[in-house]
C-alpha cells in the first residue's frame, strides 16, 4: 500500500512561489498516478493537477494552468507541485493522492490513498 506524506506549504505573499513534495512509500510508485487537490476553508475539496504514473501525461485545473506545474521523480518516489503567481485564492490545504492505475484522473473518487495535506497561505 502507498503511504503519502506531504510537505512544502508555507505562508507567501502574492506573486511569490512555493513547491509542494509529495513523497510516497511503495516499490512500483511508477504505476500509481498522483493528483494534488486543495481545500480552503469552508469549501469542498478540489482538483488542481494530476500526473500520470509514467509523467508523461499531466492535466490541470483551469484555476491553476500557466501558473502551477506538476511532475514526478519515480526514482525518488516523489511528485512535486511547482506554484509561481500565486494568488490569495490559492490558500488551503493542499493534499496529494495517488490511486492504482497508471492513468491519471481529475476526480478525487478515482484516489485510494491521501497524504494528510500542507497548508498554503498566501497573503496579497
Known amino acids: 500500500q502507498v503511504q503519502l506524506v506531504e510537505s512544502g506549504g508555507g505562508l507567501v505573499q502574492a506573486g511569490g512561489s512555493l513547491r509542494l513534495s509529495c513523497a510516497a512509500s511503495g516499490r512500483t510508485f511508477s504505476n500509481n498516478a498522483v493528483g494534488w487537490f486543495r481545500q480552503a476553508p469552508g469549501k469542498e475539496r478540489v482538483f488542481v493537477a494530476t500526473i500520470s504514473g509514467s509523467g508523461n501525461n499531466t492535466y490541470y485545473a483551469d484555476s491553476v494552468k500557466g501558473r502551477f506545474t506538476i511532475s514526478r521523480d519515480n526514482a525518488k518516489n516523489t511528485v512535486y507541485l511547482q506554484m509561481n503567481s500565486l494568488k490569495p485564492e490559492d490558500t488551503a490545504v493542499y493534499y496529494c493522492?495517488?490511486?492504482?492505475?497508471?492513468?491519471?484522473?481529475?476526480?478525487?473518487?478515482?484516489?485510494?490513498?491521501w497524504g494528510q495535506g500542507t497548508q498554503v497561505t498566501v497573503s496579497s
Open positions: 493522492a495517488a490511486r492504482q492505475s497508471h492513468y491519471y484522473s481529475g476526480s478525487s473518487r478515482h484516489y485510494d490513498r
